[in-house]
């Protein structure tokens, strides 16, 4: 800016002995301009009018009111946000997970095993994320869900932000059971983590055709079977051996192919509305 | 507001049909709609949801033809783009407790794609625009009824939309948010197409340009809110108001057929 008030305009300002239209131009430029600002407050300072204009600005910030917690939008903010929506920002989530795999850590410690290679945590563990993908998205517990589906980020993008964040809660979990449990120094410390994200793949491959519940039902009650159905004839569960780790790295490729192939089908709605 | 806006359909629906199970709730319907406030009246079962979620991008017609912003919602692109200039307001709608009133509206403005920088302005816009900058900060649960409505008010306008769908919007407001509620309508009416399914009839005299009144899945009557007082006054509705008489005689002719 290269035009100031001067000292002489701004004692006539402060003094009320400025015309109308030479005040409406001084307020003009007093918006944008910092140091007339300042020369006109301290001309005031000394003047009757200080107590009026202290009290003016008082009345105006009291009613602004608090701005509360504002948070700038950034992207980390964002996930934060779609995150704190799903399942595992909950804390009835996070304590029924613990609570399982303690159970499981517990029991596989006092040597109470299945079968003599199955500990029950490699059973129970990779089957945690799968509920947690169920209940993620299209599920009772997402109350806001006939909002989320009418928006553009509602579908597959919400759902792998949650899937993700079920992952990354579960999995610190289970390993600090293992730990416990003392198998993660074993080589049995592998046989739930790939399981676990073979079957959230599954169950995302799985939910584009039929609705999450039911594919997480599917995959769930699946992979009991591939383990418990062995255990009654004694023999170890074949998907628990080195062996069938392939077989699994090629479900969950197959899976992901699947998913990418039928993005789509997650931005309808995957529940049923009642008419 | 691009100029492409000004040409645009915003709502376009013909011989939509929508069957569930058994039910039939749209059968045939047809309408179109450009920027100002819609009322949709009818009684309960009249397919207003069925239509509202139809619109709203949510429910898949049986058949029939629908397009938004003169796109088709066949493929992702477009569904895409709909759904950015979309706001829906579900006539029930849950939200998580432990979100603060600020969080809840954020929410929805992250999911709606919003650019980042533009997120918190829009979002203490949406919020003092439904008159509720003083609770901003309290978590959902804390807020009564009626002002978590306000609060589904806010997440529907948070991204200025282009079409604006509100089912039963004023359930739960007292009269004065009412009539505040109403300025922020006809405000939003003056570019935006806003459709608004009530069954309190004054509220579409007060606030609408236009009603679409639905019966058993058709269009009964689409005329100004005079429009339909002129129909009650020669067809001898019953009711309390010129507009009560008009819907009743409306309805009542519509039945008889």
């Known amino acids: ?275 | 507001m691009t100029a492409s806006t000004l040409v645009e359909t915003h709502v376009e629906v013909s011989d939509l049909v929508v069957r569930f199970r058994r039910t039939t709730a749209l059968d045939g319907f047809d309408l179109d709609l450009g920027p100002g406030v819609h009322g949709l009246l009818g009684p309960n079962g009249a397919g207003k949801t069925t239509l509202m979620r139809v619109l709203a991008t949510v429910a898949k017609p049986t058949a029939g033809h629908v397009s938004l912003f003169d796109r088709d919602l066949t493929d992702y692109p477009s569904l895409r783009h709909v759904r950015r200039r979309l706001g829906y307001l579900p006539q029930h709608f849950g939200y998580y407790p432990r979100f603060t009133m600020r969080e809840f509206v954020e929410y929805f403005a992250w999911l709606k794609e919003m650019p980042a920088a533009s997120v918190p302005l829009a979002v203490e816009r949406a919020i003092e625009r439904v008159g509720l900058s003083d609770r901003a900060d309290d978590r959902l649960r804390r807020l009564s009824g009626g002002m978590v409505r306000r609060a589904g008010i806010a997440q529907a306008i948070v991204n200025d939309p282009d079409l604006l769908l509100l089912d039963e919007p004023t359930a739960g407001l007292d009269p004065e948010q009412r009539v505040r509620f109403r300025g922020l309508l006809r405000e939003m009416g003056v570019d935006a197409c806003v459709i608004v399914s009530t069954h309190l009839v004054e509220d579409v005299t007060a606030a609408c340009t236009d009603v679409t009144l639905v019966n058993e899945g058709n269009v009964v009557f689409r005329g100004t809110p005079p429009d339909l007082i002129a129909a009650g006054e020669s067809g001898g509705g019953e009711g309390d108001t010129p507009i009560e008489r008009g819907y009743t005689a409306v309805l009542r002719a519509a039945r008889q057929r």
Do not use: K
Not at chain 1, 26 to 38: D, F, N, R, S, T
Not at chain 1, 105 to 113: L, S
């Open chain 1, 1 to 275: 800016m290269t035009w100031h008030i001067s000292d002489q305009l701004v004692r006539r300002y402060v003094s009320g002995r400025l015309g109308d239209a030479d005040a409406w131009s001084v307020e003009a430029h007093l918006v944008a301009c910092a140091p007339c600002q300042a020369a006109v407050g301290e001309a005031v300072a000394n003047t009757d009018n200080a107590a009026v204009v202290e009290h003016a600005w008082n009345a105006t910030v009291d009613q602004l009111g608090s701005q509360g917690r504002v948070r700038t939008g950034t992207a980390g903010r964002r996930l934060l946000v779609l995150v704190a929506s799903g399942p595992a920002a909950r804390l009835a989530w996070l304590v029924s997970i613990v609570l399982v795999l303690a159970v499981a850590a517990v029991i596989d410690r006092m040597g109470m095993r299945l079968s003599q290679p199955v500990s029950l945590l490699a059973v129970v563990a990779p089957l945690l994320p799968v509920l947690g993908v169920a209940l993620s998205y299209g599920s009772g517990l997402d109350q806001a869900r006939e909002i989320i589906a009418s928006t553009p980020d509602g579908g597959l993008r919400l759902l792998l932000v949650r899937t993700a964040a079920v992952l990354a809660v579960t999995t610190p979990v289970a390993f600090a059971a293992g730990l416990f449990a003392g198998s993660l120094a074993s080589r049995t410390s592998v046989t739930w983590l790939l399981p676990s994200l073979v079957l959230t793949l599954l169950t995302l491959a799985l939910g584009s055709a039929m609705g999450l519940v039911r594919a997480a039902a599917a995959v769930g009650g699946g992979w009991l079977v591939a383990v418990i159905g062995p255990l009654l004839t004694r023999d170890a569960p074949p998907v628990l051996t080195p062996d069938a780790r392939p077989i699994l790295l090629l479900l969950g490729v197959t899976a992901v192919a699947v998913v990418v192939v039928r993005r789509q089908s997650f931005e309808t709605l995957s529940f049923r509305l009642e008419p």
